[in-house]
């Protein structure tokens, strides 16, 4: 460790609040109040990276990795929640599942395949076709699983009684795979997706993660991946909104309200009629 940074070291002295220029006579209270709060954030800003610096290597900053070209994450967690988003879907009932009942899964399998062939390992490529392969087959999962919520709804509200095991299962069912369908979307779509990502080509992102508002306090070489797109879409499905990463763009807004709502729903129709079979 460095001699700058010992434990028992004291910290540097912080930075003198610089006064702002003084408002004019003619200038409102408003505008006065607003200048004062800059003031103050400017400055905790200043002791806040004074106390803590960002990492240097040779004596220059280091750029976190989700703001600059990186080797691209693996593509093998992706494949697992399709594959499990298939899985879940082959095993609703019936009257759930949409009909031909392998129909949408057997088209599912094969452009999973094709993606796997095409691109296996690290995804860095930014072709046209393999990007909609990727976003057709998210789509249908996301069709597959909007028609079984809305058949397990009419099931539900006018449909014949069921036994509790089985309506549990298919609301879980739909549950998760709604988790994982925004989860997809999330990944997919979050500052043009991975393979933009890797290459750093758009610096605002879609979703502020915590890593990204606080980077004296995170790995710079941190940057996000598929795992941290699903943490967002189970705690927003469970919390039915954002825990501690904030959506920025209206279209992740709406996303992340639209999944609220499905799981919503969800949760409330299966539950009341299962304590009703039950009860």
């Known amino acids: 460790m460095s001699e700058g940074h010992d434990m028992g070291a004291t910290p540097p ?11 004019t006579p003619e200038e409102p209270a408003t505008t006065r ?9 400017e400055h905790l800003a200043s002791a806040a990276a004074a106390v ?21 994450e693996v593509r093998w967690p992706v494949l697992i929640a399709i594959g499990v988003a298939i899985a879940l879907q082959l095993s609703l009932p019936t009257d759930v599942m949409p009909q031909p009942r392998y129909l949408l899964p057997g ?14 390992r690290h995804i860095t490529r930014t072709s046209g076709p393999l ?30 009684a069921r036994t ?17 369908v925004f989860a997809l979307w999330f990944w997919e779509l979050d500052r043009g997706g991975p393979a933009a990502r890797a290459a750093g080509t758009r610096p605002f992102p879609d979703f502020l993660f915590p890593q990204m508002a606080t980077p ?17 879409a189970f705690t927003n499905a469970t919390t039915w909104g954002p825990a501690d ?17 499905i799981a919503l729903v969800t949760i409330a129709l299966v539950v009341a009629r299962a304590v009703n079979i039950l009860g």
């Open 13 to 23: 002295d912080l930075p003198p609040r610089q006064p702002m220029p003084g408002p």
């Open 33 to 41: 109040a607003l200048r004062d709060q800059i003031a103050r954030l």
């Open 52 to 72: 803590n610096p960002v990492v240097h290597e040779d004596g220059k900053p280091v750029v976190p990795a989700w703001r600059r070209a990186t080797r691209g």
């Open 107 to 120: 088209v599912e399998a094969l452009l999973l395949v094709v993606l796997l062939v095409l691109n296996p």
């Open 131 to 160: 990007r909609l392969s990727g976003l057709v087959l998210i789509a249908l999962v996301s069709l597959g699983n909007g028609v079984a919520a809305a058949n397990l709804v009419v099931l539900l509200v006018s449909g014949p």
């Open 164 to 180: 509790g095991g089985s309506l549990l299962w298919a609301g879980a069912s739909v549950y998760l795979t709604n988790v994982l």
């Open 216 to 232: 004296h306090v995170a790995d710079p070489h941190w940057e996000p991946s598929f795992v941290d797109y699903l943490y967002i």
């Open 245 to 261: 990463t904030q959506p920025l763009t209206r279209w992740a807004k709406l996303a992340m309200l639209l999944q609220s709502l």
